[in-house]
């Protein structure tokens, strides 16, 4: 019987020709951008689902609800608390603590090696986590002083072709042994990390035990292991009555976050540097949302396409039930027809995945086509969800198939329902809902990250080079490197500064003058620079003076603020006033500097105070003027002979900055990608649809030519109930992409008005967009039928 079904099935796809490729090809673009969204919601939300017990793994986080602090979640914690948690509490079964050096210099003998993302952690630190060990490594050596572990790219580049196991590496003039090899694998984990240390004291470290023990400030990255997820609540109450019982003040409140929701639901968090490649579960969410538009679109172009064909194909339904034909076994062979297809449209999908995917990306590493294979899990997955999609998609047109009076059909009195040309009318609409509202969330969500990218930062960005100086050796001689450099002609400026826009700036405590004596301290975000750097960056004293070597009460006696941090307090003016910081000395504002955007677009501008520094510091920003390679070669030059054993290390800060934009552009480009296929699927069910209604109008059209219509009024005939349609759509699209490009944004602090006029025009643009290739779709067919001899039309009649 199933042989039977499936020769029937191939003899209807030969016959109906035109209408199977359409399917085909709209269902296998429709599974191929379901299958490469599918994947890539399935890549994000796999982060650190590979440890054990990951759902009982919560990371310690902070709401700091300080005055001076707008952006106020943070990823770290009092130093002590993860350790405290677990000492004191009986639902804590396990913490471990994390310090991220970053950059790191290891001496390998006479051999230099960078590790570039360093870790000091807790031996604990194993396990709370399981990333894969190669054979040989020992966590319990790891449970004392100066041990460490490599992952296997690290100890390549170090040891070469020797066991590492044993060795001894020097790191800031100590010596550490190696005694684990981290595996290099493809898991996903937020803890991205090539060295790690043991954070295990002996008597030397006294002051960085005392730090560990302290519940003063947050710092410490800190993850606690529960006996059972459903005391999360519980536990988090808890740590708070712990904090505020040694004396934490009661602003900070200790969150916990779950393992898993660290990746996707950390976009708004500061103070996050141990997080890696973090994403945006909104991302996950309007991808999703996508996938769902594409594949029903590509399904409703079948259900659209198999109920038009429903009427050529009653006489072969009268003849089967006037066989014995049971309405059982005739909706098993239409259904059959339908996952047919789904299935050869899956095959094809695969392919066109491989081709797809090279333009459009996704963050999944190697290609996606072996990514799949790679994984047979997400593979079956697919394809019972394909198996599904076929069910659905032909449940509709085989009950309506099956439910034909044969004596009717057999009579020739069979018409097409009201219902199927009903329910043909919403599907048109139903997909060009959706795909009106892809076009307006493309278009605004491109406006709003031009708008960011143009925004006024409030500094320059071109051409100034940054090199970083976190090592000690580095600082010695770092006021040496930058006077040399500002006596190069095509140098404009060289400055040291604590850090840089766009990364995270460190706070600290301050109270301003003239606040009541009850009130809180203040937390404010905190620079510290030289008395170059305000030139070099192009920022502007809006008020008072930039500091100077000829004050020399600067250092010690003077502060600079920012605008927002004038406007916060209060003041119509900041010369003059005095500020008490965290340790009790007082300061006076001696400048203002314009507001300049210090953290990530999606946070506001907050209070800054910026404290001189003429020494060394942690980077070092050059200005260019003149020819940039020459330049470029002349810094290096003065490098290599200060620092004659460190590599000449340097970034462009213009394109530092622009990875704060990397996720969002590269979510803008899946949005459109996806949105232009999403569009051609319904513009090739259009096209089939019309050219179903052409067929069925030719004798109409034949006798309106006869009579004299001419072919513009023909096409109008038939071109007019399908722009009904996408004008109807259009109107429904408006409200939904409103909402849905809101809810975007709204992580955004900084964003375009929805209902400004040019972002109103988008959305009629939009719909003009969208009624033009609907017409043009619909007009091939319609002046194909209109032009054609109205002889060979009504030559049956």
């Known amino acids: 019987m199933l042989k039977n079904y499936i020769k029937i099935a191939f003899r209807g796809f030969t016959k109906n020709l035109s209408a199977t490729l359409i399917n085909v090809i709209g269902l296998s673009i429709g599974l191929a951008c379901f299958a490469l969204i599918f994947v890539y919601v399935q890549n994000e939300l796999s982060y650190d689902t590979f440890h054990n017990d990951y759902e009982k793994i919560y990371r310690v986080t902070t709401i700091d609800q300080a005055l001076g602090v707008s952006s106020n979640n943070v990823g770290i914690t009092n ?58 490594s020992d966590t319990a050596k790891f449970n004392a002083p100066r041990k460490l572990f490599l992952t296997e790219e690290f100890a390549q580049r170090t040891f070469k072709t020797e066991k590492p196991f044993g060795k001894l590496l020097n790191i800031d003039d100590e010596d550490w042994e190696v005694v684990g090899v981290l595996k290099d694998t493809n898991l996903n984990t937020h803890l991205e990390m090539d060295l790690i240390l043991s954070m295990y004291l002996t008597q030397a470290d006294s002051n960085f035990a005392q730090y560990l023990d302290s519940w003063q400030g947050l710092g410490m ?23 505020h019982s040694n004396e934490v003040p009661d602003f900070w409140i200790t969150k916990l976050q779950p393992l898993k929701d660290t990746h996707l639901l950390s976009a708004n968090i500061l103070f996050d540097g141990n997080n890696a490649n973090k994403g945006d579960i909104i991302y996950v969410y309007s991808l999703s949302a996508i996938a769902l538009f594409v594949i029903l679109i590509a399904a409703f172009n079948f259900m659209n396409l198999s109920t038009a064909k429903s009427s050529s194909r009653a006489k072969e339904v009268g003849v089967r039930k006037a066989m014995g034909a049971l309405k059982g076994s005739l909706v098993t062979q239409h259904l059959s027809e339908s996952v047919l297809i789904c299935i050869l449209s899956f095959i094809i999908s695969l392919a066109l995945i491989g081709i797809i995917s090279i333009y459009v990306p996704l963050g999944v590493d190697g290609n996606i086509f072996t990514y799949l294979v790679n994984h047979p899990l997400i593979l079956a997955e697919l394809f019972g969800i394909t198996i599904v999609i076929g069910l659905l998609a032909g449940l509709y047109p085989a009950f309506v198939l099956s439910k034909f009076n044969s004596t009717t059909i057999l009579r020739g009195q069979f ?71 500002l006596q190069y002609d095509d140098i404009s400026n060289a400055a040291m500064t604590s850090n840089m826009p766009g990364r995270t700036f460190g706070r600290t405590g301050v109270t301003p003058e003239g606040r009541p004596e009850d009130e809180e301290n203040w937390i404010v975000s905190a620079l510290s620079f030289d008395e170059n750097f305000l030139d070099a960056m192009g920022i502007e004293v809006a008020e008072g003076r930039n500091y100077s070597p000829e ?42 500097v314009k507001d300049f955007h210090f953290a990530s677009m999606r946070h506001a501008i907050e209070p800054l105070v910026m404290f001189y520094n003429p020494n060394a510091n942690g980077n070092l920003s050059v200005k260019i003027k003149g020819n940039v390679n020459e330049t470029v070669n002349y810094i290096e030059s003065v490098w290599a002979e200060t620092y004659p054993d460190y590599p000449f290390e340097y970034e462009f800060f213009d394109q530092e900055f622009a990875q704060m934009f990397e996720a969002d552009d590269r979510f803008s480009s899946l949005v459109m990608g996806f949105t232009w296929l999403a569009i051609l699927i319904a513009c090739l069910g259009l096209f089939g649809l019309s050219a179903y209604v052409a067929e069925q109008r030719k004798k109409e059209i034949g006798i309106r030519k006869v009579l004299g219509s001419s072919i513009q009024q023909a096409v109008m005939l038939l071109s007019k109930e399908f722009i009904v349609l996408i004008i109807i759509a259009t109107i429904l699209a408006f409200p939904i992409s409103y909402l849905a490009v809101t809810e975007w944004m709204s992580d955004f602090q900084y964003k375009i008005d929805l209902l400004s006029i040019s972002s109103i025009i988008v959305f009629f643009l939009a719909g003009g967009l969208a009624i033009g290739i609907g017409l043009l779709t619909v007009s091939y067919q319609s002046i194909s039928a209109s032009v054609a001899n109205p002889v060979d039309s009504l030559r049956s009649e």
Not at 553 to 565: M, R, W
């Open 79 to 136: 130093p002590i608390m993860p350790k405290a948690a677990e000492r004191e509490l009986a639902d804590v079964v396990l913490s471990t603590r994390i310090s991220g050096q970053g950059r790191q210099r290891v001496e390998n003998g006479d051999d230099v090696v960078f590790a570039e993302n360093a870790k000091y952690v807790e031996p604990s630190f194993f396990h709370m986590f399981n990333f894969p060990m190669v054979e040989g």
């Open 221 to 243: 990255v800190g993850y606690v292991k529960l006996n059972d997820t459903e005391n999360a609540n519980s536990v988090e109450a808890q740590m708070n009555d712990l904090a």
């Open 415 to 485: 018409q097409t329902s009201k219902s199927g040309v009903w329910l043909r009318k919403i599907l048109v609409v139903s997909q060009f809902v959706a795909s009106i509202t892809l076009i307006i969330a493309t278009l605004l969500v491109n406006r709003q990250l031009d708008f960011l990218k143009n925004k006024n930062m409030g500094f320059s960005q071109e051409q100034v080079l940054t090199m970083s100086m976190n090592d000690q050796t580095l600082r010695q001689n770092m006021v040496t490197l930058r006077d040399r450099l």
């Open 551 to 592: 004050f020399g009460t600067d250092q010690q006696e003077g502060i600079i603020v920012n605008e927002a941090f004038i406007k916060q307090v209060g003041w119509e003016s900041g010369i003059g006033r005095k500020l008490t910081m965290g340790n009790d000395q007082e300061r006076t504002i001696i400048g203002v």
